[in-house]
């Protein structure tokens, strides 16, 4: 499939498919969904989904439903979401350059809210440094409490 949005072309025959993921379902339900992570030349990460007409890809006119598909844009981060959710481990790591935790030392979960500039300069820095955003944000944070090792 192949579609402008916003002045950016997706074409799922040009694209890397990173993973995909089905409900289990067979093709011809009406329930059926399946969705495929891609990544375009450019370094745009999109969504490729397609299902029957109950499902979030499904048109309806009247009383009759039809199997359909969409591309949906995503973010980074977006994308790292759905991976994670949708996809094994080991391809998460590897696409989204996360390291292994090695002996770094033991990690705290915290909920933590940041500006959209942060997030937009977090986001930049990893593609750049292949960093995951836990360590960048480590690596800062330790930086402005004068704790750099």
């Not at 999109?46 to 499902?55: I, K, Q, R």
């Not at 030392?105 to 500039?117: D, S, W």
């Amino acid at each position: 499939m192949k579609k402008v949005l916003s002045g950016s072309v997706y074409d799922t025959e040009r694209a890397r498919m990173i993973g995909e993921w089905e409900n289990g379902l067979l093709p011809n339900d009406f329930d059926y969904v399946r969705e495929a992570l891609h990544c375009s030349k450019s370094g745009k990460y999109f969504l490729h989904g397609e299902g029957g007409a109950n499902s979030r890809y499904g048109e309806w006119n009247g009383n009759s439903g039809s199997y359909s598909e969409r591309i949906i844009p995503m973010s980074a981060s977006e994308a790292q979401i759905w991976a994670e959710k949708n996809l094994d481990g080991d391809t998460v790591q590897r696409e989204f350059k996360i390291p292994d935790d090695g002996d770094d030392g033991e990690l705290e979960a915290i909920y933590l809210r940041i500006t959209r500039e942060a997030r937009i300069l977090l986001d930049k820095e990893r593609a750049e440094t292949g960093m995951s955003i836990s360590a960048l944000a480590d690596k800062a944070i330790k930086k402005a409490l004068g704790k750099e090792e």
